[in-house]
Nanobody, 116 residues
């Protein structure tokens, strides 16, 4: 069983930056495929960024060049650095971990609001 706890959300002005963190319990973190997703009211939950155990990354088209995902296996933590934030980035951001066997775990989400 893996528990994920996100932090770092908040209110930021357009053009600003935030860094989200997702701390995971469990000893097999290094083998997990990790991702950040987001969901705005009335919308589906979409993939924002993902990172493999080899630290290969992938990004949604709307955040390429602005967001960076990274992982620190020693700290069991995955990060999402968000720059040049736009009002349309406003959403609840969720951390997702997928085990090599396909087990999926979600965090509780953290709100990001981009507004002046």
């Amino acid at each position: 069983q893996v528990q994920l706890v996100e932090s770092g959300g908040g209110l930021v002005q357009p053009g600003g930056s935030l860094t989200l963190s997702c701390a995971a319990s469990g000893s097999s973190f290094t083998t997990y495929y990790l991702g950040w997703y987001r969901q705005a009211p009335g919308n589906q939950r979409d993939m924002v960024a993902s990172i493999t155990k080899f630290k290969t990354t992938n990004y949604g088209d709307s955040v390429k060049g602005r967001f960076t995902i990274s992982r620190d296996n020693a700290k069991n933590t995955v990060y999402l650095q968000m720059n040049s934030l736009k009002p349309e980035d406003t959403a609840v951001y969720y951390c997702k971990a997928t085990s090599p066997r396909g087990e999926v775990y979600w965090g509780q989400g953290t709100q990001v609001t981009v507004s002046s």
